[in-house]
């Protein structure tokens, strides 16, 4: 039966019954912030294609994250940024590396705060890809190809994921799409004592334009080609089921899908397909357009990331990493205060 336009007309004419029937809400506890930390810097350095972003220090990171933690955000995710790149990428997995050294100062300044960390190669190699590239037979990289040797680079990634275990990171997020990382990381994480360290798994990370600001952000763009031999193509949606499938029956304990606004259909068809925790990664792309729009007073900057977000929650979200989480969290609190 039809329900009667009438009832809904009247449903909706009461402020108090409309926010008895919201079926979502977008709540502080599903926010994850981003953080990049850059190795060698003297003070914050603000990201000009990200304005209100910035990189930060181990020391002033630390306190970022404890502000953080005093909104209500219960977790962040770190992203590091070497002094030093080559082409083997050992400054990803050092024990003294920026990640790890930040990992361990944050966890002794908010032991509580949730600290995820990434793990790819793109920010510690020179050539700006997210793995080992293929060599010649003579020897010499094959730069102008740009093929990442998939088996070499997931043996870097499970010590990249076990070196951020040691340091203290509660999860680690594999954002790299090579293939067979998720059980190589599970299994070095379980012979080492690190069963209890979950993983989320970037599984379905598209080849989007989005990611322009990031690269900046993270100083990792390709010195050549692009990424879309191993990033998935936007107008693949089976091919998304897949890999979520794979990297669960690998051991990721959660599927992330990147960017967001654009794929809520994916987040959607992720969570109702698998019944599993699913977050959704709201990239810098979609950060720079609200707020370059918004500087510009087109848009209402408030409004549209409210209900952007919301938006996800709706397709099946149960986290959202967002560069918007500490202007959520306060507007949320002057939402609660209002009230």
Not at 103 to 117: N, Q, Y
Not at 255 to 274: H, Q, T
Request: glycine share 6%; net charge positive; charged share 25%.
């Amino acid at each position: 039966m039809k329900y009667p336009e009438l009832r809904l007309r009247r449903l909706r004419e009461h402020f108090a019954l409309r926010k008895i029937l919201t079926e979502h809400t977008l709540l502080k506890k599903d926010l994850i912030q981003p953080l990049f930390v850059k190795e060698g810097l003297v003070k914050p350095a603000e990201i000009t294609s990200m304005p209100g972003q910035w990189q930060w220090t181990e020391n002033t990171a630390a306190d970022e994250a404890r502000r953080l933690e005093a909104l209500g955000i219960p977790g962040i995710i770190l992203f590091g940024i070497p002094s030093k790149k080559d082409k083997t990428g050992k400054a990803a997995f050092s024990a003294n590396g920026i990640i790890q050294k930040t990992v361990r100062l944050i966890k002794k300044k908010c032991p509580k705060l949730l600290v995820i960390t990434d793990v790819c190669l793109c920010e510690y190699m020179s050539h700006g890809h997210c793995g080992i590239l293929k060599k010649r037979e003579s020897g010499k990289w094959r730069v102008e190809s740009g093929s990442v040797d998939n088996d070499a680079t997931v043996r870097l990634l499970a010590k990249i994921a076990l070196s951020h275990a040691r340091a203290g990171a509660d999860v680690v997020a594999p954002s790299d799409m090579m293939d067979g990382r998720v059980a190589a990381i599970r299994s070095v994480l379980d012979k080492n004592h690190f069963k209890r360290v979950p993983i989320i798994s970037y599984a379905v990370k598209y080849a989007s334009s989005f990611y322009a600001p990031f690269r900046e952000a993270a100083q990792s763009a390709p010195s050549f080609g692009d990424r879309a031999s191993y990033q998935m193509n936007p107008a693949n949606a089976a091919e998304a089921i897949r890999e979520a499938d794979t990297d669960l029956k690998e051991g990721a304990d959660m599927i992330l899908v990147k960017p967001a606004l654009g794929y809520s259909d994916i987040i959607f068809r992720i969570k109702n397909k698998f019944h599993c925790p699913v977050g959704a990664y709201s990239v810098s792309g979609e950060y720079a357009l609200i707020k370059a729009a918004s500087q510009k007073g087109w848009i209402d900057a408030k409004k549209m990331v409210l209900e952007t977000h919301l938006g996800l929650k709706r397709a099946g979200a149960n986290f959202i990493i967002t560069y918007w989480a500490k202007d959520i969290a306060e507007w949320l609190e002057d939402t609660c205060h209002s009230e």
